[in-house]
Each structure stands twice: as C-alpha cells, then as structure tokens.
T-cell receptor, first 113, second 108 residues
Framework: DTGVSQDPRHKITKRGQNVTFRCDPI?????LYWYRQTLGQGPEFLTY????????KSRLLSDRFSAERPKGSFSTLEIQRTEQGDSAMYLC???????????FGSGTRLTVV | KNEVEQSPQNLTAQEGEFITINCSYS?????LHWLQQHPGGGIVSLFM???GKKKHGRLIATINIQEKHSSLHITASHPRDSAVYIC??????????FGKGTHLIIQP
C-alpha cells in the first residue's frame, strides 16, 4: 500500500466546465475526508465518508459539488460549472476509526481559467 | 466551531536553532494533530496528541488540555525542516479544523 493516492495531480479547466477528482485511500481505512486549501490558508473541511456513507457536508460544498464513495473504497469529487473561485488544492485524507491518525494524499491542484 | 490560532505565522531562523511553534484552540478536543506541508502540497502527519508529550527524532510535541494549548519544538534545526507546520484539531464527522500554518525557513 503506497498511501493515499489522488488523481490527477494538476487540472486546468475553463470556467463552466465540469471536473472530477479521484482519491484512493489506504485500503483498510474506513474514513475518508475531502478538504480544500486556498493559497496561504489552512485546509478547510468539505465532506466526510465513513465506509460508503457520506456523513457530513460542509456549507462550503455548494450544490455544484458532489462526492461519492461507492462500495466504501475510492472516492470521487465532482465540481460542476466550475468558477474561478474554485481554484484551489483539493486534498483527500483517510483514517482508521479505531486509531484516529490521518494520512493525506498529495492533492489535486485545480486552476479554473 | 473550534477556532485554531497558530503563532508565529512566519519564522526564519539559523541552522541549529531551537524552534518553537505554538497552537491554541477555543473548544475542548479529544486529539490535536501537527502536520507538515512542503511546497507542492503534500501533507505529512507528524503527531497526534491527546495529552502530555510525544517525541520523534528532533521533533517534540506537547499539549496542555486545560490551557487548550500545544507546542511543536524542533531541536538542532536544519534547512530541510523548512516547511509549513499546521496545527489541526477535531476529526470524526466534523473533520479537522486547521490553523493557518506557520511558514518556517531555516537558513544554512
């Protein structure tokens, strides 16, 4: 297991296009989180899955954002009708409920032009 | 919602110096995390603390639950320690709440 993988590493898209990011967590981790980080700021919580259930969504996650974790394995984060304000680093992290430590992916840097 | 404050925001020091980064939070927690982020985005978890003190190599993390305060210390600092150090609290359904980070530069 090589840790948490995120794909793609970088994405440049035109405003109004849809984008989808993928996160592959550590296989035995049942918790998966998505965060967004803008330049100079700490990451902000977007959403959380325990197994395949999406248990919490931040108000930052507008109706243009949707996340899934089918079968409790990998997760996808989709942004529809992208806006320039969506430009950020999107980070995925996973953890094992019984341990609590987090492993972060390297992130997907989105640039909306 | 927990408020997480870190200080200093920026720190430049000479190689070999003892470094201290502070973190305070507003609401009682079950665990606090110290994370390291290098340019390009990758975040590495350094410590998870619920009480007392932990040490890993030249890094030491302490937490005072009553005072809602934690410190990260780096002994014998080295240029490769240059990174952003982030304090985060919480977890579970609400996710982590992060501080803005401390940008550390260690000069040779």
């Amino acid at each position: 297991d090589t840790g948490v993988s995120q794909d793609p590493r970088h994405k440049i898209t035109k405003r109004g296009q849809n984008v989808t990011f993928r996160c592959d967590p550590i296989s035995e981790h049942n918790r998966l989180y998505w965060y967004r980080q803008t330049l100079g700021q700490g990451p902000e919580f977007l959403t959380y899955f325990q197994n395949e259930a999406q248990l919490e969504k931040s108000r930052l996650l507008s109706d243009r954002f949707s996340a899934e974790r089918p079968k409790g394995s990998f997760s996808t984060l989709e942004i529809q009708r992208t806006e320039q304000g969506d430009s950020a680093m999107y980070l995925c992290a996973s953890s094992l409920q019984t341990e609590g430590g987090y492993t972060f992916g390297s992130g997907t840097r989105l640039t909306v032009v | 919602k927990n408020e997480v404050e870190q200080s200093p925001q920026n720190l430049t020091a000479q190689e070999g110096e003892f470094i201290t980064i502070n973190c305070s939070y507003s609401v009682g927690i079950s665990a606090l995390h110290w994370l390291q982020q290098h340019p390009g985005g990758g975040i590495v978890s350094l410590f998870m603390l619920s009480s007392g003190k932990k040490k890993h190599g030249r890094l030491i993390a302490t937490i005072n639950i009553q005072e809602k305060h934690s410190s990260l210390h780096i002994t014998a600092s080295h240029p490769r320690d240059s990174a952003v150090y982030i304090c985060a609290v919480g977890g579970g359904a609400d996710g982590l709440t992060f501080g803005k980070g401390t940008h550390l530069i260690i000069q040779p």
